[in-house]
Nanobody, 121 residues
């Protein structure tokens, strides 16, 4: 059983910063890509940032230059440093991992439970 557990969300003023963490645990043979998605009320869930096993990153245009994704492979953890936050960044943020639980199993997408980020004065 693979679990992704997020932490670090909360309320922050515009221009502030937050750091999200997501730790993967359980039966893990290999972790390939990891990423962060977000979903605001009435909107579809969309990619915020992703990072592959080699450290290559990609970002949504709306967060480029403000957010930084990183990962610690030894800890099976991915981070999202969010700077210069704006009210439009308000959403539930979900961690995603493309994980292979066992050597003989398949690679699947796993999701965390989500963490609320609210940017408001």
């Amino acid at each position: 059983q693979v679990q992704l557990v997020e932490s670090g969300g909360g309320l922050v003023q515009p221009g502030g910063s937050l750091r999200l963490s997501c730790a993967a645990s359980g039966s893990i043979f290999g972790i390939y890509a990891m990423g962060w998605y977000r979903q605001a009320p009435g909107k579809q869930r969309g990619l915020v940032a992703g990072i592959n096993s080699g450290g290559r990153t990609k970002y949504a245009d709306s967060v480029k230059g403000r957010f930084i994704i990183s990962r610690d492979n030894a800890k099976n953890t991915v981070y999202l440093q969010m700077n210069s936050l704006r009210p439009e960044d308000t959403a539930v943020y979900y961690c995603n991992g493309r994980i292979r639980p066992t050597a003989w199993g398949t690679t699947d997408d796993y999701w965390g439970q989500g963490t609320q980020v609210t940017v408001s004065s």
